[in-house]
């Protein structure tokens, strides 16, 4: 496990020693787990020695650096596993219990030495002593308790991991810092390449480059990457000492171990999702008395599961205890007097859940020592906001709970709105905003009680901020509406907040500001857009804070009212964007098609061929709605991406963001337009996204004038690192593999090396070139081309598609 | 003792930073501001890909913000990690100083001393030798708290 170095006699003893010490704690860390599944199955060849290993190299290496302590510990471990293995000695919860002391004496000794401080001096005897009790001993204490407390399965096997090496993060810092250099000096580049006449053959190297710089910031940011695995680890360790603790019995399963995630969100996941399970297993899961009384298996089943679902990480922290009793939760946030009895009645089961995430509540009739110290669901789901994620619950009384956190892939991009407010632009994460309007919005109405704003949208009442009020900056004056955004901070109750207008919807990569900027308190970060101007990100929670917003469960009621009403008639509410289309008409398209908004040079704008394109990126877009000719010089564009191809929409200008039915009102199946629906008492169309997808050109324009090519063989090495560079050097599309659901487009071309995918290409339907590594053909019959005769292989994959 | 120093002028002030603390010195661009921050965080303002937090340090030692069109030079500093651009009025030169540093003399002005440490001599002058950390930690990050 601890690889031992040849080079060691070139490498100084310090530097030995912090080499013995990290990768000492990297192995711990690891083996917490194996030592609980290996007791839970003590066959389990394979776990034994890992740990034997674990301890033999510890002993072997703590000879040569001459640290007498962890030499001891881990030979009296030693000593025991081999007897273990030897089969002379069962590995019963005593021993393991012992051997897990052992343990983390290493690992504290190893922090201690790597700190620099002094050797805690406690008494390691004792420890040694527990370790060599007489197994009849160890027998009385687990009379009736045969089976091990915990039993883990975890899905994977034994670890295995790939051939690493150990790099300091902060190269990898700089690594990425250079790479973001060179985006910023390619954007840069870009600019002055469009302000001068169009070169084709620059234009081919450019966009060389281009790739090249993309491919290189996808891999590096891949080395941020970690599997969850890490954020695992603990836990078979926890489940296990907190059951022995409680009495309870737990059947532990961890799934999803291989999914990577970025080393700073697995950071930051840590201490949610350890009070998650502490919780479940405090409070969820019951003693096996009331377990059996209830009628369900004796030991409880806890499952952890994490998997990649787009761009986000989900963890599914599932149990089959109690649950959570939500009548518990009302009386008690009743008694602390943030919940009106009347208000209370009138609740649904779904907003009684989330009352556990009201700081200080808890339903733990006592303070235990593992939950219920008043760090409660409203600090989790706190830590799990501030990160962009989501927190769902899923609560079946006396059946189970399970847990749902939805985290981004990585904290450094999130999906955010640029919103202008006293002249300067601020980013804020697009999942705490619930709602914009503008504030000539005929369902908002602002009235002033007392220097207090309020807002009421839709007969709630929301408290209401300018945030330049909680800046203190100047609010200068406009001539159109602002715009309200209505933000949902983590912790606390949605509150209605106005800028001068929302500009713009676009991915960010967040950095964290100096100390200095976060001790506002109203930032979470910043960003640097590619304009080179940096922008700070807002901190909704931080603004309500600033701003000494009243923080009470408002006339949710109303609301709920408003809801029911809804769900009785069954309308299912979609996010769509009003706006203003070039000839007038208002109308709404799906939110979740558009991109985003930007402002687009109008002569950009071009017709070729009758279809209307613009230039964007590089690269001609397609125009959803034909129109190409504008009489202003900027026009705002919604940008829509269907799952490949992406269209531009000129429109006059966005409204903002309403609910809409999924289904119009009225279904009228014409052109461009679905139907009408009925928004806040005006009637608007809706567009289409089947028929506007659809009315589009087949393939991009680009595309269409060099087409794809797939290559069969795509583990091939040679396929992968000759013949696809060539070819997309040579502008092609390249496709590795076929494509799963064998779509294939009759303008693509299969290159394949074996003359039976050939054939299977053929009767799928496109044409194919056949490759062979000898330079002669193998008879008259022989189609294929030689591999290096490129002049024969461009030829033909032109030829094919002529 | 043949520390390098780096000779400036702050708030008509000489002053000396040790080289080591220096990281280049630019001619300030573009600075955002941050709303909400006292008037010693001058913005935001980003070098190549890294962003840096200007600091107004005149702001900090005599409490009047340096105005915009007089905002020339600062001094790049990674502090604790992060990036900072420290704001001088001009920079006069790099040089050894073969006494290395003096002690304090004088009654110091109450605005200085929680961030000069010594003196250093060159051509006939005293510096005053500051160290840019105490410009965050001890004095900004206090005035933000």
Redesign the interface.
């Known amino acids: 496990m601890v690889p031992m170095r040849a080079s060691w006699g070139r490498l100084g003893m310090d530097e030995l020693l912090q080499e013995f010490i990290s990768e000492t704690q990297e192995t711990l860390e690891a083996l917490a787990g194996e030592v609980v599944a290996w007791e839970a199955d003590p066959s389990d060849r394979d776990r034994l020695d890992a740990i034997f290993r674990f301890f033999h190299t510890v002993k072997g290496s703590c000879g040569f650096l001459n640290l007498p302590r962890f030499e001891r510990l881990s030979h009296a471990a030693e000593d025991v596993l081999s007897e273990i293995r030897a089969g002379n000695r069962s590995p019963d919860p005593a021993t393991v219990s012992a051997v897990l002391g052992i343990m983390d004496r290493i690992g504290e000794l190893a922090e201690a030495v790597a700190i620099g401080a002094a050797l805690p001096n406690e008494n390691d005897d004792f420890l040694i002593g527990a370790l060599s009790a007489m197994p009849d001993e160890a027998v009385v204490e687990t009379v009736g308790k045969v089976q091990a407390p915990v039993a883990v399965a975890r899905q994977g096997g034994a670890q295995s991991g790939p051939r690493t090496i150990r790099l300091p993060l902060s190269l990898i810092d700089q690594l990425m810092?250079g790479v973001?250099?060179m985006?910023?000096a390619r954007n840069e580049l870009s600019r002055k390449l469009r302000e001068r006449t169009a070169d084709p053959e620059l234009d081919n190297v450019f966009e060389r480059l281009s790739t090249c710089v993309a491919d290189m910031r996808d891999v590096i940011s891949k080395t941020r990457m970690q599997r969850v695995d890490r954020l695992f680890a603990a836990i078979p360790r926890m489940v296990r000492d907190l059951g022995r603790e409680l009495g309870k019995r737990i059947d532990l399963t961890l799934e999803g171990g291989d999914v990577e995630m970025d080393r700073e969100m697995v950071e930051m996941v840590v201490d949610p999702l350890t009070h998650i399970v502490r919780n479940s297993i405090d409070h969820g899961i019951e003693t096996p008395e009331k377990r059996r009384a209830a009628g369900k298996p004796e030991m409880g089943s806890l499952r952890v599961e994490a998997r990649q679902s787009g761009n986000q990480i989900v963890i599914a922290i599932a149990d089959d205890g109690a649950g959570i009793d939500t009548a518990r939760l009302v009386e008690k946030s009743v008694l602390a007097g943030r919940l009106t009895p009347d208000a209370a009645a009138r609740m649904g089961e779904q907003e009684k859940l989330d009352l556990i995430f009201q700081p200080g509540l808890s339903t733990a009739n006592q303070v235990t020592a593992i939950s219920g110290r008043g760090v409660g669901m409203d600090v989790v789901r706190a830590n799990v906001e501030r990160i962009g994620g989501v927190i769902a619950l899923d609560n079946h009384p006396g059946q189970g709970l399970t847990i749902t956190l939805r985290v981004p892939l990585t904290l450094t991009i999130i999906p955010g709105l640029i919103v202008r407010a006293?002249g300067?632009h601020f980013a804020i994460p697009r999942a705490a905003v619930v709602e914009i309007l503008h504030d000539n919005n005929e369902t908002l109405q602002i009235s002033q009680v007392g220097g207090a704003q309020i807002a009421t949208i839709r007969s709630v009442r929301h408290s209401m901020i300018d945030l330049e009020d909680?800046?203190?900056?100047e609010k200068p004056v406009q001539s159109g509406p602002r715009a309200i955004m209505v933000v949902r901070s983590a912790t606390g109750v949605p509150f209605a907040m106005g800028v001068s207008a929302v500009d713009n919807h676009e991915e960010l990569v967040i950095?964290?500001?100096?100390?200095?900027?976060m001790?506002?308190g109203?930032?979470a970060g910043?960003t640097?857009p590619d304009n080179?101007?940096?922008?700070?990100l807002l901190d909704a929670a931080g603004l309500a804070n600033?701003a000494r917003l009243p923080n009470i469960i408002d006339d949710r009621a109303a609301r709920q009212r408003e809801e029911a009403a809804d769900a009785q008639t069954g309308v299912e509410m979609v996010a769509a964007l009003r706006f203003e289309e070039l000839s007038g008409e208002k109308r709404l398209l799906k939110l979740s098609l558009i991109e985003r908004v930007e402002d687009v040079d109008a002569r950009l704008f071009g017709r070729s061929g009758g279809r209307a394109f613009v230039r964007l990126d590089g690269r001609l877009v397609p125009v959803a709605n034909g129109l190409c000719q504008f009489d202003r010089d900027k026009v705002s564009a919604l940008r829509l991406k269907d799952d490949r191809r992406e269209a531009c929409y000129p429109v006059a200008a966005v409204l903002d963001i309403v609910q809409m039915p999924a289904v119009p009102d009225m279904v009228a199946m014409h052109g461009l337009l679905s139907g009408v629906a009925v928004i806040d008492g005006e009637h608007l169309e809706v567009v289409n996204p089947f028929a506007l997808f659809a009315a589009l050109p087949e393939e991009s324009i680009v595309e269409r004038a060099m087409g794809r090519c797939l290559l069969a063989d795509a583990e091939d090495g040679w396929t992968r690192e000759i013949l696809a560079p060539l070819l997309r050097q040579a502008g092609h599309d390249v496709v590795l593999g076929l494509p799963v659901d064998a779509i294939v487009d009759p303008e693509d071309v299969v290159l394949c090396a074996d003359a039976g995918a050939a054939q299977a290409a053929e009767i799928m339907g496109c044409r194919v070139v056949q490759l062979r590594a000898s330079p002669r053909p193998v008879g008259p019959q022989d189609g294929s081309i030689y591999r290096y005769d490129q002049a024969a292989l461009m030829a033909a994959i032109a030829g094919q598609r002529s | 003792m043949d520390q390098l120093y780096l000779l400036a002028t702050l708030a008509d002030t000489r002053i000396a930073v040790d080289a080591c603390e220096v990281e280049a010195v630019v001619r300030l661009t573009?600075i955002?501001?941050?709303?909400?921050?006292g008037a010693h965080?001058a913005g935001?303002?980003?070098l190549?890909?890294?962003?840096l937090?200007i600091?107004d340090v005149a702001a900090l030692i005599h409490g009047r913000p340096t105005p915009p069109e007089r905002r020339s030079l600062a001094i790049i500093a990674n502090i604790?990690g992060?990036?900072?651009g420290l704001m001088v009025d001009g920079v006069s030169d790099i040089c050894r100083v073969p006494e290395g540093e003096l002690p304090l003399r004088g009654q110091l002005g109450p605005a200085w001393t929680p961030y000069a440490r010594a003196l250093v001599e060159h051509e006939g002058h005293p510096w005053l030798l500051v160290s840019l950390a105490a410009f965050?930690e001890g004095g900004?990050?206090a005035q933000?708290?």
Do not use: C, E, F, W
């Open positions: 810092n973001s250099d985006v910023l006293g300067q909680v800046l203190g900056m950095r964290p500001a100096s100390p200095l900027v001790a506002t109203v930032y910043m640097l080179g101007k940096p922008m700070l600033a | 573009d955002s501001p941050v709303p909400g921050m965080v935001l303002s980003a190549r890909s890294r962003v937090t600091i604790s992060h990036s900072y965050i900004a990050v933000a708290a």
